[in-house]
């Protein structure tokens, strides 16, 4: 069967930083060690004032494409994934087809375009899209351009402000691709949860702490749904273990149990039972809550033991590395945590070719889904050609009060114009204001 997957990668991380040991936390009057420490966070990257989804998977898209050498001839369907869609019926695809339209000869008038939603995963539903659309053989020839674009704004004042971020990434997905062929095996854990949500409003309303129990409670079932078709997992058979990062310490907490679950029945808890003892199992056990408690003591011991700890440090440490610079993007998070891992392993000079990743993807609302990547032949040129390091470093660096001020920009509600914009944009698309019937314009500046 031909490998479809990957092909192509390209970030755009939004211009400003927020430094959250240094600018938000004596702001909040908090311990700088609650961001860098407890969530894993040491900034979040924000949107100037004349960026926004539009512009920022557009200029994404735009690298992707020069780089690889593309025009909309080869493009066949543009789906956009967000959660910070700004219209009800005319999805983003079309806005960033239409900057395309304006550097290119030609145009995507036969590309299918759509706009993915539900929550974070819709980054990954909008991959299966592609891969569907290939392997069903609908495609001509042609790839399919994925866009997570999100800018993840929390209302002033919500815990969740301490996890924003805004950027997005650009994914081409093709048959016999460079980077990575995603496998056919996938599982989920899918519940009707409201742990958070957007009910026609653009700063979330969220339940914080359930919403880190939804996420461990749905990604355990993905998990158990994954190793129903591809088999049980064991902790070497991937390298990477890429997660949905809303913030690293959310994925310190998720990584700990799916280690847990993984050494289950294997040499790793044999070898380890010295330690650690085995794992309780609930049939040894008068109640849920004296096994529970069982459980949570083992895993704590588990925790500390040089077993866990390096396989963390290898497979998951890696691929926190940019969101700990960014913060949360919503759709496009689990995709820069696959980025940041491969990005390690190639400054480590590691040899992954045909090695395996573990990709967990989350959306609140809420659904997991896992599935397997392999690693194809040329997947160092690909990750070699990113430019996210000299992104975060050339970032400008906002003090609160800028902070309060370009939140109010791009929030719906409020009338900002007069700020000014903090840096200057160098060829690459930005908004420039609202038509007559409300449809936002962008322009390329060369
Ligand atoms: N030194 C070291 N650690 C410290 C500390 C200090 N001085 N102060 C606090 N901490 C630790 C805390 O112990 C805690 O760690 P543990 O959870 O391991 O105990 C961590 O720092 C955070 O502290 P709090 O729990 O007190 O923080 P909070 O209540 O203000 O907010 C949050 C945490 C609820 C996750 C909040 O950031 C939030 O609402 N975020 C948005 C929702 C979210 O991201 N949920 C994640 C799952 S949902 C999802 O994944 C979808 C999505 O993208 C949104």
């Known amino acids: 069967m031909t490998a479809v997957g990957i092909d192509a990668i390209e970030i755009h991380a939004g211009k400003l930083k927020l430094d959250l040991a240094e600018t938000f936390a ?12 407890g969530l894993g ?48 019926s005319k999805p983003v695809s079309t806005y960033i087809a239409g900057c395309l339209e304006q550097v290119y000869d030609g145009d995507f008038h036969h590309a299918n375009k759509g706009e993915r939603k539900f929550a974070c995963i819709s980054g990954t539903q909008s991959l299966d899209d592609a891969y569907n659309w290939i392997r069903a053989g609908r495609n001509r020839g042609r790839s399919a351009l994925v866009v997570a674009t999100d800018t993840a704004l929390y209302a002033r004042g919500d815990a969740g402000e301490a996890t924003q971020g805004a950027g997005a990434v650009a994914m081409l997905i093709s048959e016999n691709p460079r980077l990575l062929e995603l496998s056919t095996e996938q599982g989920y854990g899918s519940a009707d949860e409201t742990d958070f949500l957007k009910p026609n409003q653009q700063f979330p309303s969220v339940d914080g702490k359930r919403s880190v129990q939804v996420y461990l409670a749905r990604m355990r079932e993905a998990l158990e749904d994954f190793e129903s078709v591809a088999g049980d997992t064991h902790p070497d058979d991937f390298v990477l273990g890429p997660f949905h990062t809303p913030f690293p310490g959310m994925v310190r907490k998720a990584a700990l ?14 070898r380890l039972a010295d330690e650690v003892g085995r794992q309780p199992r609930p049939e040894a056990f008068d109640s849920d809550e004296e096994y529970v ?50 990005k390690h392993a190639l400054e480590e000079g590691m040899d992954l070719t045909g090695e395996r990743l573990l990709v967990g993807s989350y959306g609140s609302g809420a659904q997991a889904e896992i599935h397997a990547e392999t690693l194809q032949d040329e997947w160092e040129e690909e990750i070699a050609a990113l430019t996210i390091d000299e992104q975060i470093a050339s970032r400008r660096d906002i003090t609160y009060e800028e902070y309060e001020h370009v939140h109010d920009v791009h929030n719906h509600d409020k009338q900002a114009d007069d700020v000014e914009e903090f840096t200057t944009p160098d060829a690459e698309f930005v908004f420039e204001g609202w038509g007559r019937m409300g449809e936002r314009k962008y322009r390329y500046v060369e």
Not at 26 to 37: G, M, Q, V
Not at 257 to 268: G, K, P, Q, S, V
């Open 26 to 37: 004596p702001a909040k009057n908090e311990s700088p060690e609650k961001y860098t420490k």
């Open 41 to 88: 966070l040491a900034a979040s990257s924000f949107p100037d004032t004349y960026e926004d989804i539009v512009t920022m998977g557009a200029n994404a898209a735009h690298r992707l494409m020069e780089r690889r050498g593309l025009t909309p001839q080869d493009i066949g369907r543009i789906d956009v994934a967000t959660e910070s869609s700004f219209d009800n």
């Open 257 to 270: 149990l799916a280690y847990r679950h993984m050494i289950r029945d294997t040499e790793i808890e044999e």
């Open 293 to 342: 408690e069982a459980m949570g003591d083992y895993t704590d011991l588990l925790k500390e033991t040089s077993d866990y700890q390096n396989w963390y440090d290898a497979t998951i440490a890696p691929t926190l590395e940019i969101s700990r610079e960014v913060g949360n993007w919503y759709t496009g998070s689990v995709h820069i945590a696959r980025a940041s891992g491969l």
